[in-house]
């Protein structure tokens, strides 16, 4: 599927990043949490099948804070976004 493996040393730059823990702020801001369960060296994506077994959407994160965009799965779902979208991490850093 062409996701990426980070490799021992790898792993803890990328988790300390300053991307990285911007991320996990914006994360916290927004109540997700996480958990330490599965491969933490596999860097993950989204794959996205319709019905007739087509791909819509693929998405292969490139780094630890790296994620999908939400509209980008709407897209690709045919889904019309709301008008006043739900927030997400990038939309938590603008509001007050």
Excluded: C, W
Excluded at 45 to 53: F, P, T
Excluded at 75 to 89: G, H, Q, S
Aim: charged residues 15%; neutral net charge.
């Amino acid at each position: 599927m062409g996701f990426k493996r980070f490799g021992f040393f790898g792993l803890i730059p990328a988790v300390l990043s300053a991307a990285s823990r911007a991320a996990q702020s914006r994360a916290k801001l927004l109540g997700m949490s996480g958990n330490l369960a599965g491969d933490g060296y596999q860097n993950g994506g989204a794959l996205v099948i319709g019905k007739n077994g087509e791909t819509l959407f693929h998405y292969v994160q490139q780094g630890a804070p790296d994620h999908a965009s939400n509209l980008d799965l709407l897209k690709a779902l045919n889904i019309d976004p709301l008008p006043d979208p739900i927030p997400t991490a990038e939309s938590s850093l603008t509001t007050s």
